[in-house]
């Protein structure tokens, strides 16, 4: 059931750039200018840890490696 609201659509390096740039955004938060914007950094990051990404689904789109059908 929850795979089909979100499937694995994202590949490792996929997501590990996700968490890389989320966290990143994340930190303008605490340091450097300190602007709330830094708060859209957590959607990358959501969308990294959990490995789904809304906008992938709804284009088709998918970076993650095929699954073998048995």
Same mark, same amino acid.
């Given at each position: ?13 996929? %997501?590990?750039? %996700? ?52």
């Amino acid at each position: 059931m929850l795979d089909k609201l979100m499937p694995q659509n994202e590949g490792t390096v996929d %997501r590990v750039l %996700r968490v890389a740039l989320g966290l990143g955004g994340l930190s303008l938060v605490f340091v450097g200018p300190q602007t709330m914007w830094g708060l859209v950094g957590l959607i990358p990051l959501v969308t990294g840890l959990v490995g789904s990404c809304p906008l992938y689904s709804l284009f088709g789109l998918s970076t993650a490696p095929k699954q073998a059908k048995h």
